[in-house]
């Protein structure tokens, strides 16, 4: 019994679970924006989160300024999701969240087989090998989306560039069309921070993707230690028959 295989069972059993919560939530649609809650929340959900064309309901959004004394107000409401250009807004971003649930849950069931079998003679390769790929893949997974988010910050730094983003054709729909969209792309408020927050939570707040790592390093060469070991006794045994 190895320490490193109970400790990798209990964080990868931690962060699959959090993986189940936040995919549930996503996918059954419980991220529904309100009306009564801050518009950068509500921006994150149209954004990422809401896909109102897969949840069957749409959200009205109000766009409200005032430029050089002008009073411009429209309403905004998205209606599908699927585009041809911009490949990493919710739609795939639901895609995203499948594959990173699919990999934690097999993550998770290898770690207890591992922990199981894979000190067992043919475990370095039968399980310690998947095992370690697939917290490899679990890890250039996280690199790539956090790297998906960060390239996103930049058109997604204010409240207009959120709405020009998901705005393909067909996408977004509102009341006011002469709305003078160029006026707002000179407000100040900034929103990158959404992109930055999806971006740490997708290495995992930095620290716990370093966690992962020493995990499957250990994991990987405590395996590799004790099929040299069966090896060699294996081998001792054979030259004294």
Known sequence: MS?????????IFCQTL????????TLDCR?????????????????????PEACGRIHFYNV????????????IWPIKNKSNIHMYIRFVFHRKIR???????IWLLLSI???????????FYAVV???????????IIDLIYTGIFLSEINVTNTEIAILLYISEPGALKWINKPFPWQCLQERDEDTSWISLLFAYISCRGIVQWFVNF????????????????????????TSRA
């Open 99 to 105: 594959l990173w649930l699919s990999v934690h849950v």
């Open 64 to 75: 409200t300024i005032v430029d050089n004394y002008d009073f411009h107000s429209t309403v």
């Open 3 to 11: 320490t490193v295989q109970i400790w990798s069972i209990v964080v």
């Open 31 to 51: 991220f529904v924006p309100n009306s009564s809650e801050l518009h950068e929340i509500t921006l994150m959900k149209l954004l990422y989160l809401y896909d």
């Open 113 to 123: 087989v591992n922990f199981t079998h894979g000190r067992r003679p043919c475990g």
């Open 214 to 237: 020493w995990l499957i390093k250990d994991n990987y060469f405590e395996g590799l230690a004790a099929y040299h070991r069966l090896q060699k006794e294996k081998s001792r045994t």
């Open 129 to 139: 090998l998947p095992f370690t790929g697939t917290g490899i893949a679990s890890l």
């Open 18 to 25: 959090i993986s189940v919560i936040i995919s549930w939530w």
